[in-house]
């Protein structure tokens, strides 16, 4: 079963950035969608940002023009770079695989990552 390993997060200052990594390992056969979704306090998980794997991307009104999303596929890794950040970017940023195959299964599977804090302030 695939594991998503999560890395990247940390405080930043108004206007700073970070870059966000998240791998999925074992055998994979291929992935439809990797993305990245946050959730602060006392809101909703929203969406932030998708890569599919024909690199077509789709990012949050509140992102847009300041965050990037890329993959690796054959790392099967997936890639936020945050910048221009904003205080209200504060969230708990949870990866997202959709649509993963194992070599040895041709059903599809979704997996999330544990998190990591992303917080920014002066």
């Known amino acids: 079963q695939a594991q998503l390993v999560e890395s990247g997060g940390g405080s930043a200052q108004p206007g700073g950035s970070l870059r966000l990594s998240c791998a999925a390992s074992?055998?994979?056969?291929?992935?439809?969608?990797m993305g990245w979704y946050r959730q602060a306090p006392g809101k909703e998980r929203e969406l932030v940002a998708t890569?599919?794997?024909?690199?077509?991307?789709k990012y949050a009104d509140s992102v847009k023009g300041r965050f990037t999303i890329s993959s690796d596929s054959a790392k099967n890794t997936v890639y936020l770079q945050l910048n221009s950040l904003k205080p209200e970017d504060t969230a708990v940023y949870y990866c997202?695989?959709?649509?993963?195959?194992?070599?040895?299964?041709?059903?599809?599977?979704?997996?999330w990552g544990q998190g990591t804090q992303v917080t920014v302030s002066s």
């Open positions: 890569i599919t794997s024909g690199d077509n991307t």
């Open positions: 074992g055998s994979i056969f291929s992935i439809n969608t």
């Open positions: 997202n695989v959709d649509g993963l195959r194992y070599y040895s299964d041709l059903r599809y599977y979704t997996f």
